[in-house]
């Protein structure tokens, strides 16, 4: 009805400004020549995600939806993902700062136009409104990405922020037993959930013991100076020319100066937290050190059923906690903080079992390939996720600090390459339950 439908519009004008005062700041808070530099042969100029986010908001909203004309059809091949690698980018014809402000915030107010004049009722608004939190998402995505950018440049710190709550009271348990059985993966009702996080499935998963915290920099560091980096039976094989040819002994960012181990975060160098979950590692690091720790990375059907399954009531929650949404007590979301709580905060957002950090402070690699859910149908278009179906990206679950709510679910995945790491990733481990504990009823260690 009437109000339903002025929900739908408030929720998608709400998540678009949000994602709008996010863009602005992290495209404000440098001067034009940043904005136009690239900090990074792995990153674009901050300037092309700015165009590129009003771009794609242009094509989505305006010309599929609403069915206007284009405003700059010259400009589409330049912010086209596909065309151009990142590398490539600050060689295009792009708008200067002025101008992809300019661009981004015409589009912007047509796209509230349209929300807020058309005549959409019923599905027909559901799939408009779905269109709106797809381009919410987009935006934050690249904000997130655009964060990224600000941690790869150099120079002193453009960014500040308060630091996340510490830990009040620890888990009990270091891991947990989740008992073996069936559990509905993925969604077909979260409204704004994209193509690859559908349709629910059942999905049988055997018993396994899961971290009930993300892996720490400490726990690193004790892999590191065990000689990890050095011991080729931890590693993957299409690990050891990947590691030799960049020289890799650490997580980025790290760097070693008399004695001890220091990183580089926002501009601002600091000696490593041994408390915090680990940062900026690839998947292959994640993986030789849980091999080290005799333990596995979970499957991403795992680390979802720890996220989402309810024991009592048998059934897929949307978070950890509960239903209802992420607020500051429960998850470290959305660049409040520009870095990940303490491994064992957030005892507000952990699951049934003690799981905690499932969703925010760091994205969590798992042991999956991406590949699509049984019955998945391409939507709105095969680039968002299809084309990166296969062998050749591992799965990501949970989100970052740096990644806003509106893009992060416990159904939602993330994917990169295995060597990956400027990402905002970590990990927690997993292992086989044994025989005699698979169906015992859940228990902690
Ligand atoms: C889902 C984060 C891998 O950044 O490449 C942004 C999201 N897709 N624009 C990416 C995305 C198109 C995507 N990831
Ligand atoms: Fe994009």
Redesign the pocket.
């Known amino acids: 009805d009437a109000r339903d439908e002025d929900a739908l519009r408030t929720a998608a004008r709400a998540a678009l400004t949000a994602a709008r005062d996010r863009t602005r700041l992290l495209t404000t808070c440098v001067d034009e020549a940043e904005l136009t530099a690239q900090h990074s042969p792995l990153m674009s100029p901050l300037v092309w995600d700015l165009a590129h986010i009003g771009n794609?908001e242009e094509q989505w909203l305006l010309r599929a939806v609403a069915g206007r004309e284009p405003m700059r059809p010259e400009i589409d091949s330049v912010y086209d993902?596909f065309e151009h690698p990142r590398a490539e980018r600050p060689a295009l014809p792009l708008l200067p700062p002025d101008e992809a402000h300019r661009y981004a915030a015409e589009v912007r107010g047509r796209a509230l136009d349209v929300l807020d004049t058309s005549v959409l009722r019923g599905s027909a608004l559901v799939d408009a409104a779905f269109a709106f939190g797809m381009i919410a998402q987009?935006e934050q995505?690249?904000d997130e990405?655009m964060l990224i950018t600000h941690q790869l440049r150099k120079g002193p710190a453009a960014l500040t922020a308060p630091e996340p709550a510490a830990v009040t009271s620890p888990p009990k348990a270091r891991e947990v037993l989740v008992p073996g059985g069936p559990f509905t993966m993925g969604t077909s009702t979260e409204p704004w959930a994209l193509d690859n996080e559908r349709p629910a499935h059942r999905r049988d998963v055997a018993a396994y013991w899961i971290d009930t915290t993300p892996v720490t920099c400490g726990a690193y560091l004790e892999f590191m100076a065990d000689g990890g980096y050095e011991e080729p039976r931890w590693w993957d094989p299409a690990a050891l020319p990947h590691m030799r040819e960049h020289g890799l002994v650490a997580p980025l960012f790290w760097r070693r100066e008399g004695g001890q181990w220091l990183r580089r975060r926002f501009g601002v160098t600091e000696p490593i937290p041994p408390d915090e979950p680990v940062l900026h590692v690839s998947w292959y690091e994640a993986d030789a050190y849980a091999r080290w720790a005799g333990r596995r990375l979970p499957t991403e059907a795992e680390w979802e059923k720890a996220a989402r399954h309810d024991p009592a009531a048998d059934r897929s929650r949307r978070y950890p906690w509960g239903d209802a949404d992420p607020t500051p007590d429960r998850a470290n979301l959305g660049q409040r903080h520009l870095r990940p709580a303490a491994a064992g905060a957030y005892e507000a957002g952990q699951s049934p079992l003690g799981v905690r950090q499932l969703i925010g402070d760091v994205w969590e690699w798992t042991a999956s390939d991406f590949l699509p859910y049984p019955g998945f149908v391409a939507f709105p278009y095969r680039e968002?996720s299809e084309v990166f179906f296969g062998g050749d990206h591992k799965v990501l679950r949970g989100g970052s600090f740096a990644v806003d709510q509106v893009a992060c679910r416990g159904t939602f995945r993330?994917?990169?390459y295995p060597v990956r790491r400027q990402i905002f990733s970590g990990f927690r481990t997993a292992r086989d339950a044994r025989p005699e504990e698979a169906h015992g009823q859940a228990e902690v260690r």
């Open positions: 794609q993902a987009h995505q690249h990405t968002y993330n994917w990169d």
